[in-house]
C-alpha cells in the first residue's frame, strides 16, 4: 500500500515561515514526483509546486515563486514544504500528493492527510 | 493559466438519481491531463478518473468520464449514498495544474 504520511497541525504568526514534512512508504520515493497543494477553509483546491525526488528538480506556481521551497530527504523518503513570509491568506489545509504517470496521461495519487496551517497574531 | 470553470456549483440529487457534472476549459486541453477527484469533509481528495474516461483502481463503474477539448463530463450513474461529496476536475498545462472550483453534489 503506498502512503504519504503529513506532519501534525502547526500555528504560526504572520511573517513566520512553516515547513511541512510528508513521509512516502509503498514505493520507491525517488522514482514520483510529490505536487503541493493547498486548500483554505470551505475553499477549492490550489496547487503550489512540484519536486522530483530523484533529481531535487522543482517548479512553483508563479503566485508562490520566491516564497515557496520544496526539497526532501531521500534517505528518510520524505518531502518538506517551507512556505515562508506567511499572512492570515495562507491558513489553509496543506496536502503533498504523489505524481504518477504512464506513458501519455499524468495525475496525483495518492494524497496525505493534509496539515492544518494557521497564521495568526 | 488554463482556467477550469465547473458547473453547477451545487447539484441537488436524491440517491439513485444520475448525476452529470461539467468542467470546461479556458483553452483546449489534453484528455491525457483530464483528471476527476472526489473529496469529502475533513477528508483528502481521492483520485476518480484520470485520462479523461479511465477510472482509478477501485473506483466502481458508476463512476464514468467523457469529454475533450474544453467540455469534460463526469456521471455517476446512479448516486449512492456514499457519493454525495465536492467532486474537482484538474488539468496540466503550460507547466502548471490547475483545478475547477469544484462542484458539491448532496442530497436532496
Known amino acids: 500500500q503506498v502512503y504519504l504520511v503529513q506532519s501534525g497541525a502547526e500555528v504560526k504568526k504572520p511573517g513566520a515561515s512553516v515547513r511541512v514534512s510528508c513521509k512516502a512508504s509503498?514505493?520507491?520515493?525517488?522514482?514520483?514526483?510529490i505536487n503541493w497543494v493547498r486548500q483554505a477553509t470551505g475553499q477549492g483546491l490550489e496547487w503550489m509546486g512540484w519536486?522530483?525526488?530523484?533529481?531535487?528538480?522543482?517548479g512553483y506556481a508563479q503566485k508562490f515563486q520566491g516564497r515557496v521551497s520544496m526539497t526532501r530527504d531521500t534517505s528518510m523518503s520524505t518531502a518538506y514544504m517551507e512556505l515562508s513570509s506567511l499572512t492570515s491568506e495562507d491558513t489553509a489545509v496543506y496536502y503533498c500528493a504523489r505524481a504518477v504517470s504512464d506513458s501519455e496521461r499524468r495525475w496525483f495519487d495518492p494524497w496525505g492527510q493534509g496539515t492544518l496551517v494557521t497564521v495568526s497574531s | 493559466e488554463i482556467v477550469l470553470t465547473q458547473s453547477p456549483g451545487t447539484l441537488s440529487l436524491s440517491p439513485g438519481e444520475r448525476a452529470t457534472l461539467s468542467c470546461r476549459a479556458s483553452q483546449s486541453v489534453s484528455s491525457s491531463y483530464l483528471a476527476w477527484y472526489q473529496q469529502k469533509p475533513g477528508q483528502a481528495p481521492r483520485l476518480l478518473i484520470y485520462?479523461?474516461?479511465s477510472r482509478a483502481t477501485g473506483i466502481p463503474d458508476r463512476f464514468s468520464g467523457s469529454g475533450s477539448g474544453t467540455d469534460f463530463t463526469l456521471t455517476i450513474s446512479r448516486l449512492e449514498p456514499e457519493d454525495f461529496a465536492v467532486y474537482y476536475c484538474q488539468q496540466f498545462g503550460n507547466s502548471a495544474w490547475t483545478f475547477g472550483q469544484g462542484t458539491k453534489v448532496e442530497i436532496k
Open positions: 519536486m522530483h525526488p530523484n533529481s531535487g528538480n522543482t
Open positions: 485520462g479523461a474516461s
Open positions: 509503498g514505493y520507491t520515493f525517488t522514482s514520483y514526483g
